[in-house]
């Protein structure tokens, strides 16, 4: 017979098997977790002698695994916690430590957490964020912040990696950035026309007329060498002169990915939202976008009196053709 530490009698069996079991708890916890392999010392000596190769084993469907518990993951605390709250099944309140294992989403996963009811042992799927059908919430996030720092998906999986995060998909990326980018654009529309009614109200009051006076400059993805002009791309601002804000603005490409494989395999290609809209050279793109840009100003009912650009005076000409034949540029402080 055995006695516990809180008084009563067990059999002895009881006792070894409520030792065994203590022990083996406070080994468990006592291990220490190795973040990194480069933070910690490796014992170089736990292959059995006579080993003189080393095997790399490939785990298929590696999105799901057992081993939960290692690297970090990005957990919304409101939601992991109305998930644990109880079992879909019978309503028992679940354990995070029983959890079997976990289904990678990006940077959200699932976890796989069976009911400890022995009559129900009911698998729950517990999320670890929000998520509207199968799109994440934290994924979309990461899309809006990797256009908003000018990352790309090898610089986002660098910075995971260094975080001990499991990286991200491309296709992932691809298509949350594409979601986010035409939230983006509306976004954009938006904020242009709200500062263009606030550079007529601000001309209106300093200068005493209708007509503004906006700065226009482009740029393109590649730049030229003064022979060569070979960008793919340009784009081209639209900025008031009293508020310092972006009136309007324009696109040129001249490039579809999905249009140029079509072609070089001589097919059709297939319905997607194609971006392409120039034919021209990359040079001729910053008068075509001014031009454009007065116009679209125009329809709103707000002319443009002045441009202030660099020498070029291709732009000038082509609106003073298609525009407004008396319309000015200024190029520093001297009008011609």
């Given at each position: 017979m055995g006695r516990f530490k809180k008084g009563g009698f067990s059999h002895k069996k009881y006792k070894d098997r409520y030792e065994k079991v203590s022990e083996a708890q406070r080994k468990r916890w006592n291990v220490p977790l190795e973040d990194h392999s480069y933070s910690t010392q490796q014992n170089t000596t736990m292959f059995p002698i006579g080993v003189d190769h080393e095997e790399e084993v490939q785990v298929p469907n590696s999105r799901s695994f057992t081993q939960w518990r290692e690297g970090r993951r990005?957990?919304?605390?409101?939601?992991?916690?109305?998930?644990?709250?109880?079992?879909?099944?019978?309503?028992?309140p679940l354990q995070l430590g029983h959890t079997t294992s976990i289904l990678t989403c990006g940077l959200s996963a699932i976890l796989k957490i069976p009911c400890s009811n022995t009559v129900c042992r009911h698998v729950n799927n517990i999320p670890t964020g929000k998520r509207q059908e199968r799109i994440w919430d934290a994924n979309v996030k990461l899309a809006s912040a990797s256009i908003?720092?000018?990352?790309?998906?090898?610089?986002?999986?660098t910075l995971l990696s260094g975080l001990n995060i499991p990286p991200v998909s491309h296709c992932m990326m691809s298509a949350r950035q594409k979601d986010v980018g035409v939230a983006l654009q509306e976004v954009a529309k938006e904020t242009v026309d709200q500062a263009l009614?606030?550079?007529?109200?601000?001309?209106?009051?300093?200068?005493?007329?209708?007509?503004?006076?906006?700065?226009?400059?482009?740029?393109?993805?590649?730049?030229?060498?003064?022979?060569?002009y070979n960008s793919l791309s340009g784009h081209c601002s639209m900025i008031g002169t009293e508020t310092g804000k972006i009136v309007n603005y324009a696109v040129r490409i001249k490039s579809c990915r999905v249009c140029s494989l079509a072609e070089k395999s001589k097919s059709s290609p297939p319905v997607h939202e194609c971006h392409m809209n120039w034919s021209g050279s990359a040079k001729s793109m910053e008068a075509d976008m001014v031009t454009e840009m007065v116009k679209d100003v125009g329809k709103k009912g707000v002319s443009v009196s002045s441009i202030v650009g660099d020498e070029d005076s291709t732009t000038i000409a082509r609106l003073r053709a298609n525009v407004d034949k008396n319309i000015t540029k200024v190029s520093g402080l001297k009008p011609c």
């Open positions: 990005v957990v919304e605390l409101g939601i992991l916690a109305d998930g644990l709250r109880g079992c879909a099944k019978c309503g028992l908003n720092a000018g990352l790309g998906e090898r610089q986002v999986n009614c606030e550079e007529v109200e601000l001309t209106k009051r300093n200068k005493d007329q209708d007509s503004i006076t906006a700065a226009v400059d482009a740029g393109w993805q590649m730049r030229g060498s003064g022979r060569s």
